[in-house]
């Protein structure tokens, strides 16, 4: 590195001497040095030699609009006086050279001629000069990528420390601003994120002259030119191209912008979504190294963005599974039927937010629905407290007997305006056995308020509370939604790692395989397998590149992979349903001996669920492949935690899960 820093600087140097000495002889008043940026179709000046004054205006030139490829073509041309066309002051009386490497456009060299009217024999004669500047400048230019590319292997170094862990998304798109803000002083950011079953860009994160401002609605990209431009092409859109899309006022206040450039964010072939920056007065801000780094910020941001939505789905699916936790816990048990009614709607009510519940149950001649809970505190429109089967959107959903979504109501005509201010609407029937129960309504007073996930919560609350009301049992059923709904969780964390998919299925089913050859009670094996599903969900907030290294990792990816413990017993603590997990999970890696993680506990502190864990955890590790190694034989794996007893594991639980795995064996199995 310091070698090549130093040879760069020779370079550099002499470049700079032989072009002062060049403009002597030549009579030349500047030279302009360029490099060529292929994504941007931009020339970005890398030096200037001589008058800067010269240089007005000039910092960026655009090929194609302010440079003609017809003069790109050739080996050089000179732009005399009345021939500029439509070209920049800079270039009118210059000798423009474009500098290949390997055939490939690399950069420009401009003259700024004092003398604007050289005869042919002049021009024979300045070319001859400049040559052997060329030569040198094609070394500037190999050496400046080069640098540039170790520059930009260290800021990618530095985002993916600071950005891509963050699973926070506001905390997040803080974090891009103040990274951003290290590569170019911007005031400005803007950062849009796709939503697919909407076909729409949503504002998430929107700082305008230095401060927050709240985001607007969706946008539609149908709507947009930039967003369709950049949703079509996903190339970088720079300030030259900006002034085709000025009708989006929606995007950037400032009809007037003089930098700007948006960003297609992308991972994993797929387009995530926008960041945009731009200042209103400053003037080409977004030279070739700006956009290079801007680039791979956005590259590793897209990333971090990535893992933060699924981790934040991960989130809001464990807080819509605690829901359905808390609505069957609280409800199972209650017989009266307008007291089960109201502590649901209390639940979802404290859960949701912004929703009004209504809870509607055929009258007793089976023509009107009554309502027989309600949010508390909402009024409803004298002569609204009945509804007939035919009227409104709730009679649809009991005619009909399915979900009804109006996403705004002041556009359909079915919506029955019992309630001041609403906007949009779920209405779900409950339907148990073969009949129909009521329906369970929903509103709210923002439109658009309910996505598909929430959707597929409502409609999972209204299914529980019809089976309620049957008073069917419903004990089974909750275990085994509640089972797959976790297990979805699971293939989500580990489509992370390929090397470990299925093996936390793997695990538990050892553990309860195991936990019934050693007496364990029913309400322990319980919890043993929720454990056991659960033990490496802190797996999420680790980067894949870790989980997915080939060959030996070294002490910091290792100290990562060890945070999983307590960042899985982090991320559960907040669930009532799963209290008693959270030990289990955080000791899962304790050693019998005292020399396991987090805690350093031994023997028999360590909980005998987390014990049994680590017997099977170790089996399964070993008998499947890993990005590392080819997996042990069924012998080889025994023979070895055989070699763990007394040590890492528990002594009488390996000698019970030998024993197990080889009747297994005995048997075939």
């Known amino acids: 590195m310091n070698f090549q820093r130093a040879l760069l600087d020779d370079v550099c140097k002499y470049v700079d001497d032989f072009a002062r000495f060049l403009m002597k002889k030549i009579n030349a008043g500047c030279i302009g040095i360029y490099t060529y940026e292929r994504d941007t179709r931009c020339f970005y000046c890398l030096q200037v030699i001589g008058n800067k004054h010269y ?23 000179f732009i005399g006086e009345g021939k500029s066309g439509g070209l920049i002051a800079f270039l009118t009386g210059a000798l423009i050279i474009p500098i290949k490497i390997k055939n490939n456009l690399s950069g420009l060299l401009v003259l700024k001629l004092l003398n604007k009217s050289l005869t042919p024999v002049q021009r024979n004669k300045v070319l001859k000069e400049v040559q052997m500047l060329c030569i040198f400048l094609k070394s500037l230019l190999a050496l400046k990528t080069m640098s540039e590319e170790i520059r930009g292997l260290n800021m990618v170094g530095d985002i993916n420390r600071i950005v891509a862990t963050e699973l926070n998304p506001e905390r997040l798109y803080y974090k891009m601003y103040e990274q951003i803000k290290r590569i170019v002083k911007v005031k400005n950011l803007r950062i849009d994120l796709y939503y697919q079953d909407k076909h729409c860009m949503k504002p998430v994160f929107f700082i305008h002259n230095g401060k927050k401002l709240s985001v607007h609605p969706f946008i539609n990209i149908s709507n947009s030119a930039l967003f369709s431009e950049i949703f079509k092409r996903k190339r970088v859109v720079l300030s030259t191209g900006y002034k085709n899309f000025l009708k989006d006022k929606d995007i950037v206040p400032e009809m007037k912008v003089n930098s700007f450039i948006a960003l297609p964010l992308i991972a994993k072939d797929n387009l995530l979504g926008v960041m945009m920056c731009w200042e209103k007065d400053k003037k080409n801000i977004f030279t070739r190294k700006v956009v290079r780094f801007l680039k791979l910020m956005a590259r590793q941001s897209a ?12 989130n809001r699916a464990i807080n819509d599974l605690t829901l359905l936790y808390q609505i069957e816990y609280n409800i199972s048990s209650i017989l009266n039927i307008d007291e089960l009614l109201k502590v649901a709607v209390n639940l979802i009510d404290t859960a949701l937010g912004n929703i009004i519940t209504t809870i509607l149950m055929p009258d007793e001649k089976n023509e009107m629905l009554v309502i027989k809970a309600m949010t508390p505190g909402i009024e409803i429109k004298p002569g609204f407290e009945y509804i007939p089967f035919y009227r409104g959107i709730v009679g649809e959903a009991m005619r009909t007997k399915r979900l009804v979504y109006v996403p705004d109501v002041d556009k359909d005509e079915r919506y029955v305006p019992a309630i001041e ?11 148990a056995g073969l009949g129909i129960l009521g329906i ?15 959707i597929d919560l409502l409609s999972d609350i209204a299914h529980r509370i019809a089976t309620f009301l049957e008073n069917a049992t419903l004990y089974e059923k909750i275990e085994k939604n509640y089972a797959d709904t976790i297990k979805a969780l699971i293939l989500a964390m580990e489509a992370k790692d390929s090397y470990t998919r299925g093996h936390s299925e793997r695990v538990t089913e050892l553990a309860m395989r195991l936990a019934e050859k050693m007496g364990v009670s029913d309400g322990r094996k319980k919890v043993l397998y929720w454990a056991g599903l659960l033990h490496d969900i802190g797996k ?50 304790e050693n019998f001996d005292g020399t396991g993680y987090p805690d350093g506990l031994k023997g028999d502190e360590i909980p005998l669920e987390s014990r049994i864990l680590a017997v099977c ?37 390996v000698k019970k899960f030998i024993k197990m795995m080889q009747i297994k064996k005995f048997k075939g199995g």
């Open 55 to 77: 240089l007005k205006n000039a910092e960026i030139i655009k090929l194609g609009n302010e440079l003609p490829l017809s003069i790109i073509r050739k080996k050089f041309v």
């Open 303 to 314: 990333i971090a963005i990535y893992n933060a939505r699924l981790f934040e789905q991960l």
């Open 421 to 431: 201010g609403v906007k949009s609407e779920v209405a779900i029937p409950l339907i």
């Open 440 to 454: 369970i309504d929903f509103q709210s007073k923002i439109e658009h308020r309910f996505d598909l996930m929430t």
């Open 540 to 589: 999420i907030g680790i980067s894949e590149a870790i989980l997915n290294k080939p060959g030996q990792l070294d002490e910091f990816e290792f100290s990562e992979i060890k945070r999983h413990p307590v960042e899985g017993a982090k991320m559960l603590e907040p669930i009532e349903g799963l209290k008693e997990v959270v030990p289990i999970i955080r000791h899962h890696h």
């Open 617 to 653: 955890d170790v089996y399964d590790a070993m008998t499947t492949v890993r990005s590392y190694r080819n997996p042990f034989s069924h012998e080889g794996a025994l023979k070895i935690l055989e070699s763990f007893s007394g040590t890492r594991l528990d002594p009488e639980i």
